[in-house]
């Protein structure tokens, strides 16, 4: 099994940055592909970005591309989410997904942003943006 702990959230005004972690357990975790969601009060639960287990590429929401940057750390088992320029539309709850299957870095786009598509789940971190 492969837990996941998202950390880092709080509450910030419009136009602040904040960096959200995700520390996961596993021995393998150079090998998961790595995703964030966010989920808003009364809304579904939405594809932020994501990363590949080996290459490192990224892929990001349209909504929030050239603000976030997700990067990962594998030697402290950590995926991050640099959050820039936020505002109050970005505001919700943000968890961290892992995709523990072998060829997950082969998966097309429309697959990575499939909330389905991940079998580990954090138990989520608050962002909140005020204007």
């Known amino acids: 099994q492969v837990q996941l702990v998202e950390s880092g959230g709080g509450l910030v005004q419009a136009g602040d940055s904040l960096r959200l972690s995700c520390v996961a357990s596993?021995?393998?975790?150079?090998?998961?592909?790595m995703a964030w969601f966010r989920q808003a009060p009364g809304k579904e639960r939405e594809f932020v970005a994501y990363?590949?287990?080996?290459?490192?590429?990224?892929y990001y929401a349209d909504s929030v591309k050239g603000r976030f940057t997700i990067s990962k750390d594998n030697a402290k088992n950590t995926v991050y989410l640099l959050m820039n320029s936020l505002k109050p539309e970005d505001t919700a709850g943000y968890y961290c997904?892992?995709?523990?299957?072998?060829?997950?870095?082969?998966?097309?786009?429309?697959?990575?942003?499939?909330?389905?598509?991940?079998?580990?789940w954090g138990q989520g971190t608050q962002v909140t943006v005020s204007s």
């Open positions: 997904a892992a995709d523990s299957r072998p060829y997950c870095a082969a998966d097309s786009r429309a697959v990575r942003v499939v909330v389905s598509a991940y079998d580990y």
């Open positions: 596993g021995r393998t975790f150079s090998r998961y592909c």
């Open positions: 990363i590949t287990s080996n290459d490192g590429n990224t």
